[in-house]
């Protein structure tokens, strides 16, 4: 929670909404006189305890003769412990310090206590136990007489409520012992803070008168919750309304359910357990998000994200609450590891501020001081780390009111000091206003003339500029048909000039065949006239193998003569000669065999000696044949060579032309296209004087309204000044 930011919704939640300070003033005067009567009647509250006198029976402390012992009693026939019907004097129970815990606890979670009863003239005694953790049974003479929440030795017990109880005690108990079964699965158990015996109503009156105080202040804090929560719905500043609707709301339910009265005129000690918890929960967010809004104004980032951090357990404990209250207990202590911190962390960030010069931060770091002293020492006797003491809580949350009502009165003289230089600053707006309007009523008679002047002029500017519209578009379609037609001629001079080349080409071409043609027949004549003179010597070498041929018959012949006489010679020969017989056989034989040979080798050299010379004859022929070929291609090859002149000349002038065409051609797009454009920029001038004609007609409806603003503005400061006196 911040100064900085305090006073904006005490702004807004206790003085009225309203404009000129004439309201506003009187609103601030009664809420400050307001708050003053409220902490005047607060005090005498607070104070009214102390200004009675003690009853004549007063109550008195049962602290004396305390035992206990650990565990549990086995059940007797009728269902009840048999250690409810003892006096705690027997073998087992030990004495103890009253309003300690016992020691040797270990895993126990139950406990039983022997408290004595004083003697005392008490119509109606009763015993009042400040706090006892958790769930009890008390009983006298063997019966129970008064039980608290619900005991479950095989698991957790069931917690209705965290205040103080008073069990009625019978006449017959005075002067005996009063047996408690007390079950705790928390870090706590047993009776602390206080064991009072007395008669009922006056420990009521008591519980009551203490109660008070405690009662109206978080009466005031759920009344300061619920206008911070309006103001929230009616204003901008959303986040640092609720963070201190949830801060105030809690610690409303929380001083509200401390406080007692729930129990003593409701008999309602659930709810009042329920409230105190639920406050408790509230405390550390709504403290949390109303100083990350407030003093950090948006600058601690990591505050805002710890302040969402411990809004989610708040949440879920406190949605376990109303569901388990024992749960809910069982669970303190995890919420006094993470909230003691928390606070301590709220309280340094406020004191960073304050340190720093934030006059806000310095009343609420001293209100918030006291609170936090005030919330430990009240919070640590309930887990046993100090001895129990009176409760201070209320008056921490008095300091944190007080601080937050001074915050308000000076954040209030601000706002109201802020309002007079407001009004201050509107006034010589309005002269400001008034002269302006002098000066606008003077220039828009000259405006107005000037607009008309330039209106005329705009429509002659424009009947001129259609015309020449008009004219280029008629140019425009000119150049676009010559522009057709010289592209038409280029496309066909570029034709001329591709077949122009492909005539030079194949020109060139056929000289070189002819040239080929040329050099290949002289080569044919040479290789003709080679082959005649190869095929003539062949002839005459064909002439000599017929001589050899010749000369193989003759001795084919004789040894065909010799083979004959050595066949008439083996037979003369008789038996002896018969082998050279045979051998001469064989010669014979074989001499028929190249007689034959040799005639068939005669026969094809006499044709082959035809065909070559058939062949050196058609040699002949053929080599005056290509001698005339020659003569024609060496003609043909002069007119080509001259053909391919002719052609060369015609390309070079077929060019010539197409470059002109394409650069005529080039010409008329460049032609077109700087039409094309001086029609459009005439289109777009046309256009801007078209919207400049349209704005000069804005401009004189404008200087007609500025006029009658202006004469307007003079009527009403006129009325305006003739109305101050009056008023």
Request: contains cysteine; hydrophobic residues 45%.
């Amino acid at each position: 929670m911040g100064p900085s930011r305090v006073s904006p919704f005490v702004s807004t939640a206790f003085v009225v909404p309203a404009v000129s300070s004439a309201s506003t003033r009187p609103g601030l005067v009664r809420s400050s006189r307001l708050a003053a009567l409220g902490t005047a009647l607060l005090l005498v509250l607070m104070s009214a305890p102390l200004a009675h006198a003690a009853p004549a029976q007063a109550p008195v402390p049962a602290v004396d003769g305390w035992r206990f012992r650990w565990g549990d009693s086995p059940l007797g026939p009728e269902g009840v412990p048999t250690w409810a019907k003892e006096t705690g004097t027997e073998q087992g129970w030990q004495p103890v310090e009253a309003l300690k815990e016992p020691p040797g606890r270990g895993s126990n979670t139950l406990l039983w206590l022997s408290i004595p009863i004083p003697e005392g003239a008490w119509l109606e005694p009763a015993l009042f136990l400040r706090s006892v953790a958790s769930a009890f049974e008390a009983y006298a003479g063997g019966e129970r007489i008064y039980s608290s929440g619900t005991l479950n030795p095989s698991g957790r017990e069931s917690m209705d409520n965290m205040g103080w109880h008073l069990v009625p005690l019978p006449l017959e108990l005075k002067g005996q012992r009063i047996l408690l079964r007390i079950q705790g699965t928390g870090p706590a158990i047993g009776v602390t803070r206080a064991a009072l015996v007395g008669p009922r109503h006056q420990l009521l009156t008591d519980v009551a008168r203490t109660g008070l105080a405690p009662f109206v202040m978080g009466v005031l804090l759920l009344a300061i919750a619920a206008v911070s929560a309006g103001a929230a719905v009616l204003r901008r500043q959303v986040r640092m309304l609720v963070g201190l609707t949830v801060f105030a709301a809690g610690s409303g339910m929380l001083m509200i359910g401390m406080s007692g009265l729930l129990s003593v005129f409701w008999d309602t000690p659930v709810t009042g357990s329920k409230l105190t918890m639920l406050g408790g929960y509230f405390l550390l967010p709504g403290l949390a998000w109303f100083i990350s809004d407030t003093i950090g104004e948006g600058r601690m980032r990591w505050f805002r994200i710890g302040a969402a951090v411990v809004s989610v357990p708040a949440s879920l404990l406190s949605g376990l609450v109303l569901v388990d209250l024992g749960s809910a207990v069982s669970l303190m202590s995890l919420f006094i590891l993470y909230s003691l911190p928390g606070i301590l962390t709220c309280f340094g960030v406020a004191a960073v501020e304050a340190w720093r010069g934030n006059s806000d931060a310095r009343i609420f770091v001293a209100g918030l001081g006291i609170l936090c002293f005030s919330f430990v020492l009240s919070t640590l006797p309930m887990f046993g780390l100090m001895e129990s003491m009176d409760d201070l809580m209320h008056w921490g949350f008095l300091a944190l009111t007080v601080s937050l009502v001074c915050i308000v009165g000076a954040r209030s003289s601000r706002v109201v000091h802020a309002l007079s230089q407001h009004t201050r600053r509107l006034e010589d707006r309005r002269k400001e206003v008034r002269q302006l309007a002098d000066s606008m009523g003077s220039g828009a008679g000259e405006l107005a003339a000037v607009v008309q002047q330039l209106r005329a002029t705009s429509e002659e500017q424009t009947t001129g500029i259609s015309r020449q519209a008009t004219a280029l578009q008629q140019l425009e379609h000119t150049v676009e048909e010559i522009r057709q037609s010289s592209h038409l001629t280029a496309d066909k001079a570029r034709l001329m000039a591709a077949s122009a080349e492909t005539a030079e080409l194949v020109g060139r071409d056929g000289g070189a065949a002819l040239d080929r043609t040329l050099t290949d027949l002289s080569a044919i004549r040479t290789e003709v006239s080679d082959m005649a003179r190869h095929i003539l010597a062949l002839d005459a070498r064909t002439r000599e193998i017929a001589g050899i041929v010749d000369a193989v018959k003759a001795l084919a012949d004789q040894s065909n003569m010799l083979a004959i006489n050595a066949a008439i010679e083996a037979v003369r020969s008789g038996d002896s000669g018969k082998g050279f017989g045979v051998v001469a056989r064989e010669m014979r034989s074989l001499a028929d065999q190249s007689i034959q040979a040799t005639q068939r080798i005669r026969d094809v050299l006499d044709g082959v000696s035809a065909s070559m010379r058939e062949a050196a004859k058609v040699s002949e022929q053929g080599e005056q044949r290509v001698i005339g070929s020659l003569e024609a291609v060496r003609s043909s090859g002069v007119q080509l060579q001259k053909l391919a002149s002719i052609i060369s000349d015609t390309s070079s002038s077929v060019r010539q032309i197409t470059a002109a065409v394409a650069q005529q051609d080039t010409g008329t797009v460049q032609i077109a296209q700087a039409i094309q454009e001086l029609s459009g920029q005439m289109q777009r001038t046309l256009k801007v004087v078209d919207e400049t004609r349209n704005v000069t007609h804005s401009v004189q409806s404008l200087a007609q309204r500025l006029s009658g603003v202006a004469d307007h503005a003079l009527r009403s400061g006129s009325l305006d000044a003739q109305d101050a006196p009056a008023s």
